[in-house]
């Protein structure tokens, strides 16, 4: 489902209308004014062709305009790269930018159509972070304002993501209605890429209703467009789309063309969301065919993909602390340097020479807390992302993993290709749960309990392991309307299964409900109890304990509501097994 993140133009051809204002901007007597109108132009232009060209047009409009102190182009530029790196699907770095042109705005005054931009692409932020009923609040009051002011544009930009939004809460005859408004709005303004955008979007809630030939009939009308103005993205998107509509009518020879294509699109623009999904699509459809020693080849380049863009957000958040690291150091540096020249010249200095010294000491010693504070600060953050790294590789350890994509390829080699498909399915669906569910501080309670139940069945295929199990959310806990810290839970999960239970008749059981400011979480098992298994097992407990215990510590240092754990023996009790209770802190939503 594509969101609009950028104001479009009505154009022919989007290289012939970027040639044009790149020409335009050339010439060296343009005003400052002008060339940042030219340079926003190329930002949107450029959004749907080029993955970096939108942020490095905005980044020299909001220079000049910051220079020349120019509130609309300094609006406009932020309001840009805020719309970038929502297209990237980067939030967290998309929001500083959308709310300081809702800033600047607001403080300059009379600028009430550039706010719907602004609030446009606050809508996608709220959408795509789980807030979604406050995102379509969002569009519909900024809809009513595009209509009062007559600004199609505008319309089928906000129609557009209020129909994502409906779709995304799988509400599909209003994402129907908003879609078709977006079609309509953009017929009567001529508005291209509008038209282009209604008909893949329509494709892809035809196709999550089942109707799939009008899902390819939308599909490819839009795929026309996309292809006449360049739009590569779409384009890839689209064949994609297609590709899925394929499959489900088994035209799996057609299928496997569309995801062929798609994905050398998605490629060569090092799109890697759109190249994860085109693999693990390809995957199915190719041992759905029977070509099963390509679909584990196409499974092995989705899991690189998604090990890529892993890798990418660590790399981004370490090289973070590196620019971090050098801007404190030469700060220091700067401080040592005058602290000497002080220095030397007190020593020229006989008067008032006790006091002199006095208050360098006093500075010397400022200093010197303040370096040592930020050194610590350093250190914790950079302990907190080696233990995010920790922490996730002891939710799914590397034996895991390879053990599933062995037991996967000895399926197919076996020829049992139901339970291949039905356990590469399971399993791709756990990769992307993780991925997901790993780069949010809190997540839906609802989204943490289909991820627990995915693991469970996947261990149950994998160890081949008699157990039974049941995740229960009691009282008045509504799991859709409730955000918990997530990946707590399955640690424990992972021990009850390995070093809890007996051979066969195992039973785990997870409960969740309120209690005051905290969900409780009760995981119990009725194994060999914690105590038996210390003895038998000790060392991968305590680490995978010792883990879970240094990441409470790091959550508790920024939280009101401190996270608690605690375990149980149930032969206290006069039973069975091991309880584990883990209180967290929640968001109401």
Not at 237 to 244: F, H, M, Q, R, S
Not at 262 to 273: D, N
Not at 487 to 505: C, D, R, T, W, Y
């Amino acid at each position: 489902m594509i969101l609009f993140a950028l104001n479009f133009c009505p154009v022919l051809s989007q290289v012939a209308r970027m040639d044009s204002l790149k020409q335009v901007l050339q010439k060296g007597d343009l005003e400052d004014t002008v060339r940042v109108a030219l340079l926003i132009e190329l930002c949107e232009a450029s959004t749907f062709m080029e993955e970096q060209g939108g942020k490095y047009f905005a980044e020299q409009a909001l220079e000049i305009s910051t220079r020349i102190k120019y509130p609309l182009g300094i609006g406009l530029a932020n309001n840009s790269i805020g719309a970038y790196y929502l297209q990237v699907g980067d939030l967290e770095k998309a929001l500083p930018f959308v709310l300081e042109a809702e800033r600047v705005y607001l403080n300059a005054g009379g600028f009430g159509k550039n706010l719907l931009a602004v609030y446009n692409n606050l809508g996608i932020i709220y959408n795509r972070t789980g807030d979604t009923r406050k995102a379509i609040s969002v569009y519909k009051n900024a809809i009513l304002l595009a209509e009062k002011e007559k600004m199609l544009q505008s319309q089928a930009i906000l129609y557009n993501n209020l129909g994502s939004a409906y779709d995304k809460l799988q509400v599909y005859d209003s994402a129907l209605w908003a879609f078709g408004r977006v079609e309509e709005v953009s017929k009567e303004g001529g508005i291209e890429v509008g038209i282009m955008m209604a008909k893949s979007n329509l494709g892809s809630v035809y196709f999550s209703l089942g109707n799939l030939d009008r899902s390819k009939e939308e599909y490819l009308m839009g795929l026309e467009i996309a292809e006449e103005g360049q739009y590569t993205r779409n384009i890839a998107t689209i064949l994609l789309g297609l590709a899925d509509v394929y499959a489900g009518q088994n035209q799996l020879r057609e299928s496997e063309a569309y995801y062929q294509r798609g994905i050398k699109i998605a490629e060569e623009i090092q799109a890697l969301p759109l190249i994860q999904d085109g693999y693990i699509g390809l995957s199915r459809v190719q041992e759905k065919s029977g070509k099963l020693a390509l679909a584990l080849d196409s499974f092995r380049k989705w899991q690189q993909a998604k090990d890529s863009i892993f890798s990418l957000e660590k790399a981004q958040t370490l090289e973070e602390l590196k620019v971090r690291y050098e801007s404190e150091k030469k700060e220091s540096e700067i401080l040592a340097l005058s602290q000497q020249n002080e220095i030397q010249s007190l020593e020229l200095t006989q008067k008032n020479q006790l006091l002199w010294f006095g208050g360098i000491g006093v500075l010397l010693i400022a200093g010197l807390g303040y370096s040592y504070y930020q050194r610590k600060k350093l250190k914790s953050e950079a302990q907190m992302a080696e233990l995010e790294q920790r922490f996730l590789r002891s939710q799914l350890n590397p034996h895991f993993i390879f053990n599933a994509l062995s037991s996967i390829q000895n399926f197919m080699l076996k020829s049992e290709g139901a339970l291949a498909s039905r356990y590469l399915g399971k399993f791709s669906k756990l990769m992307r749960q993780v991925l997901e569910n790993s780069r949010e501080e809190y997540i839906l309670l609802e989204e943490e309990i289909r991820m627990l139940e995915n693991y469970l069945e996947i261990q149950k295929i994998l160890l081949q392991k008699e157990f039974v199990y049941s995740i229960e959310c009691r009282g008045d806990l509504d799991p859709d309307k409730i955000s918990i810290p997530p990946m707590f839970v399955q640690p424990f999960l992972e021990n009850a299964i390995q070093h809890g239970l007996k051979e066969s008749g195992g039973k785990i059981e997870v409960e969740f409900s309120l209690a005051g400011e905290y969900v409780e979480i009760i995981v119990k098992d009725n194994g060999v109890g914690i105590l038996s298994a210390f003895q038998a097992k000790e060392s991968h407990r305590s680490l995978a304990t010792s883990i879970i215990r240094e990441r409470m510590d790091n959550y508790n240092k920024k939280l009101k509501n401190r996270i608690q754990l605690s375990l149980l023996d149930r032969s206290e009790r006069n039973e069975q097994g091991t309880e584990v209770q883990i209180l967290v802190p929640y968001l109401a939503n």
